[in-house]
């Protein structure tokens, strides 16, 4: 097993564009989690899914943020409407019933 | 909502010494878990404790858990230069929440 993995590693856009990303998480595990990082920061909940289902989240999380995971598999979290306060490394990590989770190396997005 | 709070946020010491930082939470935690960041990496996990009390080592580390389950610590003997990194620690109160709130860690610096 490779870990989790997150594509692109990198994502420049212009603010008012959409962007989405991807997560692929260890095959095992049952649990996916979003969470968004800035400099200086520890990692800020966004959302989690159990299998396919989402089942919890955050209430600081904009409208203009949607994830999925279709079938349990993968994952994409969409940002519509970028703005500057986007800007944040977004994390993927996966679980097995919650205990430890493994992130992925994540995807710095910047608007500009 | 609940809140997790790390002190001190930066310490620097010289390789050998010792070197601890502390964790402390709003609100009754059903655990704690442990990450450490490196510069430029992900988080990866450390530790998970559960119970009131708890002690666990992994070689030079030492993690506590609070006897009423709102504070942990984490103390390294005789750090080395491969110390070096963020240390941050989550908390899950387990009240209907699937989320772990991050404390905004602690950036260990050795100075060789």
């Known amino acids: 097993d490779t870990g989790v993995s997150q594509n692109p590693r990198h994502k420049i856009t212009k603010r008012g564009q959409n962007v989405t990303f991807r997560c692929d998480p260890i095959?095992?595990?049952?649990?996916l989690y979003w969470y968004r990082q800035t400099l200086g920061q520890g990692p800020e909940f966004l959302t989690y899914?159990?299998?396919?289902?989402?089942?919890?989240k955050s209430r600081l999380l904009s409208d203009r943020f949607s994830a999925e995971r279709p079938k349990g598999s993968f994952s994409t979290l969409e940002i519509q409407r970028t703005e500057q306060g986007d800007s944040a490394m977004y994390l993927c990590?996966?679980?097995?019933?919650?205990?430890?989770?493994?992130f992925g190396s994540g995807t710095r997005l910047t608007v500009v | 909502g609940q809140q997790v709070m790390q002190i001190p946020q930066y310490q620097h010491v010289q390789e050998g010494e010792d070197f601890t930082t502390y964790c402390n939470s709003s609100?009754?935690?059903?655990?704690i878990q442990w990450y450490k960041q490196r510069p430029g990496g992900h988080p990866v996990f450390l530790i998970q404790?559960?119970?009131?009390?708890e002690v666990k080592k992994q070689k030079r580390l030492t993690f506590q858990f609070g006897e009423a389950k709102k504070n942990s610590s984490l103390h390294i003997t005789a750090t080395q230069t491969t110390d070096v990194g963020t240390y941050f620690c989550?908390?899950?109160?387990?009240?209907?929440?699937?989320?772990?709130?991050f404390g905004k860690g602690t950036k260990l610096s050795v100075i060789p």
């Open positions: 404790l559960v119970k009131s009390g």
């Open positions: 990590a996966s679980s097995l019933d919650g205990v430890g989770y493994t």
């Open positions: 095959s095992e595990h049952n649990r």
């Open positions: 609100t009754t935690l059903s655990n």
């Open positions: 899914f159990q299998n396919e289902a989402q089942l919890e």
């Open positions: 989550a908390g899950s109160d387990g009240a209907g929440s699937y989320q772990l709130t």
